[in-house]
Each structure stands twice: as structure tokens, then as C-alpha cells.
């Protein structure tokens, strides 16, 4: 069964402090989303990550995708208030199937 | 902008009584996907359609949820008899290929 494993699950940060978000997976896949979350609101999609070694930034926030290590990361970048926010990561089954399971997602917190 | 349309947004009911969700995709997008998310947690995968057909309804406790995607647009999910512990929010996400997938508002449904 496909696991997702993100960490930390909370992270407190002051504005201007770079921090990076983990997120593990257990089985093959190739295919890794990144979405925020605002308290109450639907998810938003942040980055589509497609292949071993792909990198998508926008703005203060930049993804990378080790597919032979599972593993995605979320960078933050001199964070601001307005990345305050829920961010999962949710990986595709693979194997054509699409199949999305998520992460049970990291809540970021930026303080002045 | 194309979007995903869910109804209601919030529905309160009483436990043992029936509830249903609605969810229009975005237009010509194969893939519907039913999520659960209690607060604080990721979305769960309770089913994916493929068009018309299920692809994956594993997580779908059958005793009392039904879901159906008749013409292979728009999709019903339907709770009978509701729960205390179905209070969540229901999320509804289309797709097409292997793209990000794109939510809905969600329905918020608390069981009194």
C-alpha cells in the first residue's frame, strides 16, 4: 500500500527564515504534487513534479523530486506571513493508475 | 476559468438520515475523485472514476456510502445512514492525464 509521509507536521517560522518541508514515499512513483491549503478553504495546486530530478520554484517557494530516494522537498525561501498555510504532498500510484494518495500535510506558521 | 462545482457547501444533519453531495468536474476531464478530510488530517481517497467506471473504491465504507458517475460528468456521493463520525469535510477533484488535479470548495457536512 502507497504511503505518504510528510514532516515536520508543524513548523513555526519566523518572516525571513528559510525552512524545508520533507515528504516520503513507500512505493515507486514518479509522479509528485505539492498543494496549499488555507484554514477552511479547498486545496490549491502549487507544483507538478514528473521525473527523478525535477525542480519547479514559484517565487519564495521552490520543489525538488529524488524519485530513487521517495523523497520531495518543499523550500521556503525568507518566508513572508502570506505563506501561512497547510501544504501536502500527494503522490500518484504509478503503473498508469491515478490514484492520488496524500500526505497528512505539513501546517506552516510565519511570525513577524 | 474552469472550475469544479461541489453542492452544497455546508450541510448539517442528524444522525441516521441521508445525505448527498454533488459535484460537477471540469469539463472534459475523465478522472472524478471523492475525498474525505476530518480537520487537521490530509484528504482520503474514498473513490476515482474513470468516466462512467470506478477505478478505485477500496476505501469506500460500502454498508453506507454509494457514489455513481452515470454519464461519466457529473457525480452523486451519497451517505445512508449518516454517522457522528462522518463529519468531515468531502472533497470532490477532476483531472485529466497525469496532471495536477484541480478541487473543488468542498462540503462541509456535520452530524449532529
Known amino acids: 500500500e502507497l504511503k505518504v509521509e510528510q514532516n515536520p507536521l508543524f513548523l513555526s517560522m519566523q518572516e525571513g527564515k528559510n525552512y524545508t518541508i520533507y515528504c516520503n514515499y513507500s512505493?515507486?512513483?514518479?509522479?509528485l504534487y505539492w498543494y496549499r491549503q488555507d484554514p477552511g478553504k479547498s486545496l490549491e495546486s502549487l507544483f507538478v513534479?514528473?521525473?527523478?530530478?525535477a525542480v519547479k520554484q514559484e517565487g519564495r517557494l521552490m520543489a525538488s523530486l529524488d524519485t530513487k530516494a521517495r523523497l520531495s522537498t518543499l523550500h521556503i525561501t525568507a518566508a513572508v506571513h502570506d505563506l501561512s498555510a497547510t501544504y501536502f504532498c500527494?503522490?500518484?500510484?504509478?503503473?498508469?493508475?491515478?490514484?492520488?494518495?496524500f500526505g497528512a500535510g505539513t501546517r506552516l506558521t510565519v511570525k513577524p | 476559468e474552469a472550475e469544479v462545482a461541489q453542492s452544497p457547501r455546508y450541510k448539517i444533519t442528524e444522525k441516521s438520515q441521508a445525505v448527498a453531495f454533488w459535484c460537477d468536474p471540469i469539463?472534459?476531464?475523465?478522472?472524478l475523485y471523492w475525498y474525505r478530510q476530518i480537520l487537521g488530517q490530509g484528504p482520503e481517497l474514498l473513490v476515482q472514476?474513470?468516466?462512467?467506471?470506478?477505478?478505485?473504491d477500496s476505501q469506500l465504507p460500502k454498508d453506507r456510502f454509494s457514489a455513481e458517475r452515470l454519464k461519466g460528468v457529473d457525480s452523486t456521493l451519497k451517505i445512508q445512514p449518516a454517522e457522528l463520525g462522518d463529519s468531515a469535510m468531502y472533497l470532490c477533484?477532476?483531472?485529466?492525464?497525469?496532471?495536477?488535479?484541480?478541487f473543488g470548495p468542498g462540503t462541509r457536512l456535520t452530524v449532529l
Open positions: 472514476f474513470q468516466d462512467e467506471s470506478v477505478v478505485d
Open positions: 513534479l514528473l521525473s527523478n530530478g
Open positions: 469539463s472534459g476531464h475523465a478522472t
Open positions: 477533484a477532476s483531472r485529466s492525464g497525469t496532471a495536477s488535479s484541480f
Open positions: 512505493t515507486t512513483s514518479d509522479r
Open positions: 500527494a503522490v500518484d500510484k504509478g503503473h498508469n493508475n491515478n490514484d492520488m494518495r
